[in-house]
């Protein structure tokens, strides 16, 4: 049996699940403009000649920001979504990457005041965690980074902002970083009152307007995005790259939510949204800006029964990414091994046995995974699972994975644990505390934008 004849072919590597970038709120902050007399730089004419990579394109607060940071910022997003990259797709994003910058030079000029310290071991930590979810080796992601031109550094400075934003965001909450259990408890109440009512698992990607006037530019990034998403781009990492929520922090995850906590306008849309099916909303106009929304879940508070599984998987790796037109002698190898562990492996702690042999390089054990909310490809794999029987060899660019179900369970998925309802409560104050701190920011600040943004 050779690779090529499998039922599930080799899927290339996917989009880089990026860690989530810092990101400005949903207030519209005003933002003060000192031109010292710089007029703003128009589009080279046909003909002329480009634009130098050294040309500032903004100084904020007297740190200039360029074209060549603007750039790789586009290509990292290029790369991340796994979206060619192309002339016109950058041309579109431009002038939002410029204003996301400009919120990011804030950020890192506020995380610097505070002599907060980003240790060199916390960025890799990092990096590690991107490679490790995307299968990578240690020290791969430089030099798959460098293959689309992109420069470590650029994704570098962009986790440097991330983890030293959520320690300033920890210095404003000061004592109410801490969720008691009164808190909890008043939340769980309300919750039990709330019984009967739909509520929405929704993602979010929020596009601030700073001018509501001339929000024509804003509203074409907007369209962009959606263009984009439709074509497969993945909601989350799109959100953590260019969403101006809190909740980009999280992939634009709102979580679960009633329709009292929305803008009448959003409501009006996700009623009438198929869930769970990566449908992506038009613009929809909100206070602050733009919102487009993907509806993963709907429920009625108090009742949605779904099902636990409890997993255990092996793992048999390449030596080097798949190609299926030239199968190297090591990966034929992996799947006479993988075909050999499926037919002799009846329990999971033999499953466990054979992924420790294996090294290990997933998790033997991924815990209890909720089955109607993981992507439809493994819940079709899962669902009809028999109970200690091995899955089909499952195969990736970097190797071949084997499942085994050992226990499936009901669970009421609307009641949430305490631990789920002190995150909700965390999340909240986080995003209040980060809106407040973005718009004192932007009202503080010397912006001098030596491009022409509508608007601004």
Request: charged share 25%; aromatic share 2%.
């Amino acid at each position: 049996m050779s690779l090529r004849s499998l039922t599930l072919a080799c899927c290339s590597l996917t989009a880089l699940a990026l860690p989530v970038c810092a990101a400005a709120p949903h207030a519209a902050a005003a933002t003060h403009h000192h031109s010292s007399g710089a007029k703003s730089a128009q589009a080279p004419a046909s003909g002329a000649q480009p634009e130098p990579d050294d040309m500032i394109v903004a100084v904020v607060n007297s740190i200039p920001l360029t074209k060549r940071d603007v750039d790789n910022r586009g290509k990292l997003f290029a790369l991340s979504t796994g979206l060619p990259v192309s002339d016109d797709l950058m041309a579109r994003l431009r002038p939002q990457i410029i204003r996301q910058m400009i919120d990011e030079k804030l950020r890192t000029q506020e995380i610097l005041s505070r002599h907060i310290n980003i240790a060199p071991e916390q960025i890799a930590a990092a990096i590690g965690n991107i490679e490790k979810r995307n299968g990578m080796p240690a020290g791969a992601l430089r030099n798959h980074l460098a293959q689309d031109g992109v420069s470590l550094t650029t994704l570098i400075d962009q986790l440097r902002v991330q983890i030293g934003w959520i320690q300033v965001l920890r210095q404003e909450l000061g004592p109410r970083s801490r969720v008691s259990a009164g808190d909890i408890a008043q939340r769980q109440a309300a919750l039990k009152r709330e019984e009967g009512r739909t509520e929405y698992e929704i993602s979010e990607i929020f596009v601030k307007v700073d001018d509501p006037r001339h929000a024509e530019e804003e509203l074409a990034f907007t369209n962009t995005v959606i263009d984009e998403l439709r074509k497969g781009a993945p909601f989350p990492i799109v959100a953590a790259q260019f969403s101006q929520s809190q909740t980009a922090l999280d992939g634009g995850s709102m979580g679960w939510v009633q329709e009292d906590e929305l803008d009448p306008s959003v409501v009006d849309i996700v009623r009438r949204m198929p869930v769970g099916v990566g449908a992506v909303s038009n613009p929809i106009t909100v206070p602050g800006g733009f919102l487009i929304v993907t509806l993963n879940g709907k429920r009625v508070v108090g009742k949605e029964i779904g099902h636990m599984v409890d997993i255990r998987q092996v793992f048999v790796a390449f030596d080097t990414p798949l190609d299926p037109q030239h199968v190297t002698p090591q990966q034929e190898a992996a799947l006479q091994k993988a075909m050999h562990i499926s037919q002799t492996t009846h329990s999971c702690p033999e499953m466990e046995a054979a992924n420790r042999g294996e090294g290990e390089k997933r998790p033997s054990n991924p815990g209890e995974l909720p089955l109607e909310r993981l992507n439809p490809q493994m819940q079709s794999v899962l669902a009809e699972l028999p109970i200690g029987q091995v899955s089909r060899p499952m195969v990736s660019r970097e190797g071949i994975d084997l499942l085994m179900v050992c226990s499936k369970s009901e669970k009421n998925f609307s009641n949430r644990s305490p631990s789920e309802i002190a995150d909700q409560l965390m999340n909240e104050r986080v995003e209040q505390a980060a809106r407040q701190l973005d718009s004192d920011l932007h009202r503080r600040a010397m912006i001098d934008l030596r491009v022409k943004l509508k608007g601004a």
